[in-house]
């Protein structure tokens, strides 16, 4: 009895400890549930969200005083009530010590005069457009100079600080073709037509142009009536530098009878300001411009190339030796195209900027012969915003050289370049993302299986990245086709690999910063074997473990459109896709786009109508019957680069061929859909959403590796 009892207590006591460790490990597991959760929240909580976007800042324009130590620079954001980014002047010490702003109002584009007293700059104001402002240091007072009935660009301050000279757009009144007779007090017309004679006569993001050109200007710098100093046929007109005696402007312009077939062969001419006669400096076929005066007055550097009527040229640094006529490259042995002349104080020297491998560099090149060029400044970029492009700003003078510097973790910051490295003088945007859990960004590089040439690209990972686990992959591919992305900031990249995909973006054939022969491997062959670059770096993920190849996505913009589509004419990998503002038929998109004057010689050897094939072999639209992925078109709907009827000839088709697809229309915008941050999220939502519909495991943001066949 005892024994039983007993047995029955140890039982008894045998089921009440494995009730208490149940319990003991149930209450663990709510707790480490609880947990979990508590630290997922944080994490999405701590992640880059839409909103997150309107905290962002950025610098740009940045430009030293005479006396190097003071940088005036543009401080960008983006306006959350009027919807658009929005811009002011701030001025800092070189050594980083006393931010502060110029004027309690909007600005951009300063510009120091001579003697570091004043500041010129552009604003817009309520109801005349963008107007001339000064502001005098000392006082501490800011003046609006003008009142213009078009938008100033250019500003340049004369040697002598007494003038401004600028370009302005001048109108020409058209002719009438036919007189309508008046209407009846009242009556209500239809609106006048439009009569269009010119070759050019509409813009992506101005719509139909008004009949004129742009013309140079001088006024005082006190304040005036701006004077006209050209005249005539002047089109395209770039960059201004005052001759030394400040009775010239130097000045690059097209002056051809022909100039609306001829738009890339501009010289570099010299105006007399007391009778506006020009001298041309340079003569041969191709673009010359952005002209700068050396301090001493013996030089003029500028930049140019020769048009081979190849797809991409690479831009050389020129200097022209005024009193010889000797005009000497200066960037000979570069393969890459330089840009952005800036003279060192002592004229010895020419400051100009270069992209390497998707990252802006700062250059000093002595102008003797045979002098090796020194690096002055590397991660130059970061204004790109929207996605991860390459392209940067720096300014040098009194031996201190600024620049926007970049990393794929920041939007631009400013920078002084010192010694071999640099020292940041802002953290704009430490506020909002410091806290913030980013994708972390890798490069990569791998041999295309086209030709085995090696391709670099970047991979962003999701935040909480795990090792040995596979994510959904988006594949994202610039535009131009001949641009670049680099390490720099990207909020769509970041918005999307917040979303838990793993992004991966390419430089494939055809992208610049890789020398002259690269880019021009897709000559005449766009789209081509950059497929097999872009498929190969998904390729490469995937068997780094990284990718889960069952669950990809592909999108794009512009040039990254049309190889959307063109992708999934070629195959059935991708589970979804999206082309944004894609170019589908260039057979219509060379009579239909804003730059289809450009499409031959540069982009196809002969115009459509002489050889049509080449045309349609390079279009979409004439493989839609090969495609079976769930296609979304987006696009804007005032677009007049890749126009809305390209959208919409291959949303029509796959519907005709029964393919699940989306069009979707942006209202009021043009090629440029993320010019307006609502935009910008309005495009990344509905890719996300596109292909969340698409994906089998939508909430899975990762999964074994073990599990997923590769």
Known sequence: ??????????????????????????????????????????????????????NLEWASDPRVSPDGKTIAYTRNSYDIMRDRSTARIWLIDRNGDNHRPLTDRAGRAPRWSPD??????????????????????????????????????????????EQLAMILFTPTAADAMIKMPSAPKGAKWAPNAKLIESLHYRSDGRGF??????????????????????????????????????????????????????????EIYRVELDTGTFSQLTERYGPDTSPVLSP???????????????????????????????????????????????????????????????????????????????VVANNVGGLAMTRPYSGGQF????????????????????????????????ALNEDALAHKQLAQIEAIRFPSSHDDRSVQAWVAKPPGFEAGKRYPLILEIHGGPYAAYGPHWGSEIQLMAAAGYLVLYVNPRGSTSYGDE???????????????????????????????????FVTGGSGGGILSAWIITRTDRFRAAVAQKPVINWYSMTYTSDMYTSMFPYWFAKPPW???????????????????????????????????????QFYQALQLNGVKSALVRIPESSHAISARPSNLLRKVKYILAWFARHDSSPQTAGESAEDIKP
């Open 1 to 54: 009895m005892s024994m039983h009892v007993s047995m029955q207590v140890m039982i008894l006591l045998g089921c009440c400890s494995l009730l208490f460790s149940a319990s003991f490990a149930t209450a663990q597991n709510v707790v480490s549930g609880a947990k979990q959760e508590a630290e997922a929240a944080a994490t999405v909580a701590a992640t880059f969200t839409d909103l997150d976007l309107f």
């Open 116 to 161: 570091g007293q004043r500041i010129v700059f552009t604003a817009g104001t309520p109801d005349e457009g963008t107007e001339v402002f000064m502001h005098w240091l000392a006082d501490n007072r800011t003046a609006r100079l003008t009142q213009l009935p078009e938008t100033p660009g250019a500003l340049t301050w004369s040697p002598d600080g």
């Open 209 to 266: 142009l008004r009949e004129g050109t742009s013309h140079v200007y001088v006024m005082p710098a006190d304040g005036g009536t701006p004077r006209q100093v050209t005249s005539g046929i002047f089109r395209y007109v770039s960059g201004l530098s005052w001759s030394d005696d400040g009775k010239a402007l130097f000045v690059s312009a097209n002056r051809r009878e022909d100039w609306e077939r001829q738009t890339r062969d501009t």
């Open 296 to 374: 001493d007055g013996t030089y003029l550097a500028y930049t140019g190339y020769d048009d081979r009527a190849m797809g991409y040229h690479n831009s050389q640094i020129h200097v022209l030796n005024l009193a010889s006529g000797e005009d000497r490259v200066l960037t000979a042995g570069l393969d890459r195209g330089a840009s952005r002349p800036i003279w060192s104080d002592n004229s010895r020297g020419v400051y100009y900027a270069y992209t390497e491998e998707g990252a802006d560099r700062v250059v000093y090149q002595s102008i003797k012969a045979d002098q090796p060029s020194r």
């Open 395 to 426: 300014h040098s003078a009194a031996g201190t050289t600024v620049f926007t510097y970049s990393t794929p973790l920041r939007p631009a910051e400013l920078a002084v370049a010192e010694g071999k490295g640099h020292r940041l003088l802002t």
């Open 518 to 552: 690269f880019a021009n491997l897709i000559q005449h062959d766009y789209p081509g074997d950059d497929y097999y670059d872009l498929i190969s770096a998904v390729d490469y993920v995937i068997e780094q473990g990284w990718a889960d190849a069952e669950r990809l």
């Open 610 to 648: 002489e050889d049509p094939m080449p045309y349609l072999n390079r279009s979409p639209i004439q493989f839609v019957d090969q495609v079976n992925t769930p296609t979304m078109l987006l696009t804007g709907e005032q677009d007049w680069r890749t126009p809305m009827s390209e959208s919409e």
